[in-house]
Structures are given as structure tokens and as C-alpha cells.
């Protein structure tokens, strides 16, 4: 079965620090990956997206994603983050029968 | 402005009760999703519908029943068989039920039992 992990539960940043956050998963078939990000007490909202093509792939908000085939990761980052940044995150690959395995997220906790 | 509307924000339900969550979509979208998130966990797929007039259990489908009779609104109905209902439930459309179709997120209800 199709699986994801996420390595961190929390992550703590400086402000304006670099940051990664890491996504792993477990597939035998090609996957569409994906990165959503949850403001507190709000829904979910699409970061960025891999279906095909360049490995890299850009998001909104300024993060960035890289696909990774032969370590099956998709790390999400982002050179410089911000107080607004401070969210959860949530990686996603596609499954059987139309859905998304989630991962369990990861805190992203911004220091001043 | 297009989006999903989930209602009510907090809910508080005795055990034993039946209870309605409320998700509309203005997006004309044809899939909708109905996801549990608990702390320190990712979502989990109660039930999703294709298409009006149909839909399918997710992986933890008991306990909860859904309807689809019109396009843009998929109910919830958390049962009392529902052992462990306290959650923050989600509610999600896509303009079609592939896994490359971006999900659009409502801003969740959250169901406490007392």
C-alpha cells in the first residue's frame, strides 16, 4: 500500500532562515505529488504540485518542491521565511481510486 | 466569490445524537470530499462522490452516511455509531475526481460530543 512520511511533526525556523521541510513515499507506480499548507483553524490550500516534467517545481508564497525519483521525496523549501509562513503542511500522493494519501504534517514554527 | 461554505464553524453534540454538517460548493465542480482530521494526524477519506447521485466510502466510512442530490452540496451525517466522533472535519470539491485535480478546501467544522 501506498504510504507517506513526513519526517518532522515540528519544525522550528528563525525569521528569514532557510527552511525544509521533508516528504517521503512509498509508491511502485508513477504519482502525482502534491503540498498543501493549513493556516490555523482554516482548510487547506494548494502550495504547489508535481504531475510531470521538471523536477522542480515552483509554488506559491515563495516555495519551492523538488521531485526526487530514485530517493521517492519531495522536499518542499524556501530560502527565507516569514512570521506569515507559520502553518501547518501537509504532503499528499496520489492513491488508488482517485484519492490522496496524506501525510501526518508538519508544524512550521517561526522564531522572531 | 467562488468557494466552499461549511457550516456550522463549532458544533457540540450529545452522545447518542445524530448530526448534520453542512458543505456547499459554488464552484460547479463535479467531485466532493468529505476528510476527518485529528491532531498530529493527516487526513483521512470518510466518503467522496463522482458525480451527483453517487458516491463511495473512503477508508473510514462507519459511523457516517452522505448524500448527494444536488451538485453543489454534500452533506455529512456523523451517526451515533459513530465512536469517536470529536474531530475537525474538512470538506473538499475538484472540478473532477482524477488525483492530479487540485482540492479546494472549505474552512472546516468542528465537532466536539460532550
Known amino acids: 500500500a501506498q504510504s507517506v512520511t513526513q519526517l518532522d511533526s515540528q519544525v522550528p525556523v528563525f525569521e528569514e532562515a532557510p527552511v525544509e521541510l521533508r516528504c517521503n513515499y512509498s509508491?511502485?507506480?508513477?504519482?502525482?505529488l502534491f503540498w498543501y499548507v493549513q493556516y490555523p483553524n482554516q482548510g487547506l490550500q494548494l502550495l504547489l504540485k508535481y504531475l510531470s516534467g521538471s523536477t522542480l517545481v515552483k509554488g506559491i508564497n515563495g516555495f519551492e518542491a523538488e521531485f526526487n525519483k530514485s530517493q521517492t521525496s519531495f522536499h518542499l523549501r524556501k530560502p527565507s521565511v516569514h512570521i506569515s509562513d507559520t502553518a501547518e503542511y501537509f504532503c499528499?500522493?496520489?492513491?488508488?481510486?482517485?484519492?490522496?494519501?496524506w501525510g501526518a504534517g508538519t508544524k512550521l514554527i517561526i522564531k522572531p | 466569490d467562488g468557494g466552499i461554505t461549511q457550516s456550522p464553524k463549532y458544533l457540540f453534540r450529545k452522545e447518542g445524537q445524530n448530526v448534520t454538517l453542512s458543505c456547499e460548493q459554488n464552484?460547479?465542480?463535479?467531485?466532493m470530499y468529505w476528510y476527518r482530521q485529528d491532531p498530529g494526524q493527516g487526513l483521512r477519506l470518510i466518503y467522496y462522490s463522482q458525480i451527483v447521485n453517487d458516491f463511495q466510502k473512503g477508508d473510514i466510512a462507519e459511523g457516517y452516511s452522505v448524500s448527494r442530490e444536488k451538485k453543489e452540496s454534500f452533506p455529512l451525517t456523523v451517526t451515533s455509531a459513530q465512536k469517536n466522533p470529536t474531530a475537525f472535519y474538512l470538506c473538499?470539491?475538484?472540478?473532477?475526481?482524477?488525483?492530479?485535480?487540485?482540492?479546494?478546501f472549505g474552512p472546516g467544522t468542528r465537532l466536539t460530543v460532550l
Open positions: 509508491s511502485s507506480v508513477s504519482v502525482y
Open positions: 464552484l460547479n465542480h463535479d467531485a
Open positions: 499528499a500522493v496520489s492513491g488508488s481510486n482517485y484519492q490522496l494519501i
Open positions: 473538499a470539491s475538484s472540478i473532477g475526481a482524477r488525483a492530479y485535480n487540485e482540492q479546494f
